[in-house]
């Protein structure tokens, strides 16, 4: 049975063992502020997001923890998921803008085990959750300017790019780094918007053909 991780306000990270409720860990990242706190798929290492203290890796074999992969221009990370898979992730920043990250090792545990692939910025309200589709490359993200968005990571052979699928709310529209390749249904005049907002109106595979 799997244990329960938990993260406090101080920027404490707590292991409780499930069937009895007793406390297995308690670690303190020394950062006064903690944001989100999750496994790493498939192991029992644990990692906590701390705002501008970026974000941590922690062991129950190992007293300190290990900064991990979030590693951008503006290490400020608030929210993040991992897909079901483990071999990606996502996370939101304070900045407005949210990261997707591929695995580039099978251990995942140091800044070099990760690859920033792909970007959206611009957004017009802070990220305040992130959740991740299981058992899909697509994840959700809501902002504080009460916006949802659903987007689909794609891959080509030599770019990664970010899908809009669907979204409400909100007053403004972020597509920086977003694909329209193979959209259905948006008119002209939706497509010249979103390609205006930094959208990508065609893949590299459609440019390489023109």
């Known amino acids: 049975m799997p244990d329960i991780a938990a993260g406090s306000a101080g920027g404490d990270v707590h ?8 406390p297995k860990m ?3 990242s020394g950062i006064p502020i903690g944001h989100r706190v999750a496994y790493l798929p498939d192991s029992n290492q644990v990692v906590s997001s701390h705002g501008p203290g970026g974000a941590r890796l922690w062991d ?15 290490p400020n990370v608030i929210y993040f998921a991992f897909s079901s898979c483990g071999q ?3 996370t939101g ?27 959206v910025e611009g957004c017009f309200g802070a990220i305040s959750e992130i959740t991740w589709r299981p058992n899909k490359l ?27 699928v ?36 065609r893949s590299s595979s459609q440019e390489d053909r023109a």
């Open 88 to 90: 990606w992730a996502v």
């Open 26 to 28: 308690t670690r303190s």
């Open 138 to 164: 697509e994840f959700a993200t809501s902002g504080d300017d009460g916006s949802t968005r659903a987007r689909k990571v794609v891959e080509e052979p030599d770019r990664v790019s970010m899908q809009l």
């Open 166 to 201: 669907w979204g409400f709310g909100g007053t403004a529209l972020a597509a920086s780094g977003a694909s329209l390749a193979g959209s259905v249904g948006l008119s002209a005049a939706n497509r010249k918007l979103l390609e205006q907002r930094g959208a990508i109106v």
């Open 93 to 119: 920043d304070a900045l407005k803008a949210h990261h997707v990250w591929r695995r580039s090792s099978s251990l995942g545990k140091t800044p070099e085990d990760w690859n920033l692939v792909t970007t």
């Open 15 to 22: 292991i409780f063992e499930v069937s009895t409720g007793e």
């Open 60 to 74: 129950e074999q190992h007293k300190d923890s290990r900064d991990i992969f979030f590693i951008t221009d503006s």
